[in-house]
């Protein structure tokens, strides 16, 4: 286990890493324009971004009615798993060409773009936080 600078260390992590999965799929979705039948896909970690806030700063769940299960067999609730997962969906409402791919290059530019803005301000965010540690740091130090 490492060194834990804040409590919002690890969630800003987490974010970083769901921004790098949302960089890789607008990539993938930019590469596949002239795919045939090629469907642009896109991440939603919101959700699993506010369950990990939740948890990590003890912030009171909400009671939830629990599903009966009334045989083994039968599925569980989609709402018992998952939750900590980013959400993988198809960007869809955009006119799908004659081929039936529906990558609008200028939706993926501009998206790809804000994802890219909002990777650099949590890595900047990260960077203060550290900064702020290692002045603390060495401040203690001079008072030995």
Avoid: C, W
Avoid at 102 to 116: G, H, I, Q, W
């Amino acid at each position: 286990m490492g060194l834990e600078i804040s409590q919002a260390h690890s969630l800003m992590a987490k974010a970083l890493d769901h921004r790098a999965a949302r960089q890789d799929l607008i990539a993938g979705n930019i590469a596949n324009e002239d795919t045939p039948f090629y469907r642009p896909r896109d991440i939603r970690f919101e959700e699993a971004l506010t369950a990990e806030s939740k948890k990590i700063f003890n912030e009171p769940k909400v009671p939830r009615l629990q599903l009966a299960q009334t045989n083994g067999a039968h599925f569980s609730s989609a709402l018992d798993k998952g939750h900590d997962q980013a959400k993988l969906f198809y960007r869809d409402g955009h006119l799908a060409r004659n081929d039936g791919n529906s990558v609008d290059l200028d939706v993926e530019t501009t998206e790809m773009t804000k994802n890219a803005m909002m990777f650099q301000a949590i890595t900047a965010a990260l960077k203060k936080e550290a900064a702020i540690f290692k002045a603390v740091l060495q401040a203690s130090e001079r008072t030995q």
